[in-house]
């Protein structure tokens, strides 16, 4: 590369909680630049899984921290070529990627769901998440099967 890498900025933790990976996941749920409802939709969300929790000791945010566990992937697919034939080669994630693509995919496939407010649809899956199932667990499954299906060809590593 020709130019010196860019700096990661800072990122300030968020209101509610003082949590800076809340902000992260906040900026991913965030449209056309409109912080505050997205900020309303998440603690929406969180008020919601403190309801459906029942009698467990956890809290809201520590079962949203155990969703985005369980629906971390810790191998891929990469693809590359090799002598004109291209190869799915499974290769280990970095940590921050781990959390980009787990807040990606609770995201996406939350608005994915069928319910009435995006606060329900995020409420649910963080649900689910949490519960081991859902479809942002089950995308974490299938990319952990792919990853093992070409464990052959992982001597092509990069």
């Known amino acids: 590369m020709r130019k010196t890498k860019a700096k990661k900025r800072p990122l300030l ?3 509610k909680f003082n949590d800076q990976l809340v902000t992260r996941f906040v900026n991913n749920l965030m449209l056309d630049g409109k912080k505050s409802i997205a900020f309303g939709i998440f603690y929406d969300a969180l008020d919601i899984v403190e309801v459906k929790k029942g009698d467990n000791e956890k809290t809201a945010l520590d079962i949203w921290k155990d969703a985005l566990t369980n629906v971390m992937p810790h191998v891929e697919v990469r ?3 090799v002598g004109g034939a291209n190869f799915q080669i499974p290769m ?3 940590a921050d990627r781990k959390i980009s693509m787990a807040m990606k995919w609770l995201i996406k496939y939350a608005r994915l769901r069928n319910d009435k407010s995006m606060a329900q ?3 649910a899956e963080i649900v689910a998440a949490a519960k081991e199932e ?3 667990f089950k995308k974490k499954t299938d990319t ?3 990853a093992e299906a070409n464990k052959a060809f992982s001597h092509f590593k990069f």
Do not use: E, V, Y
């Open 13 to 15: 933790p968020d209101p």
């Open 79 to 81: 693809s590359r070529r």
């Open 92 to 94: 280990p994630i970095r």
């Open 121 to 123: 649809k995020l409420a």
């Open 134 to 136: 859902g479809a942002a």
């Open 144 to 146: 952990h099967k792919m």
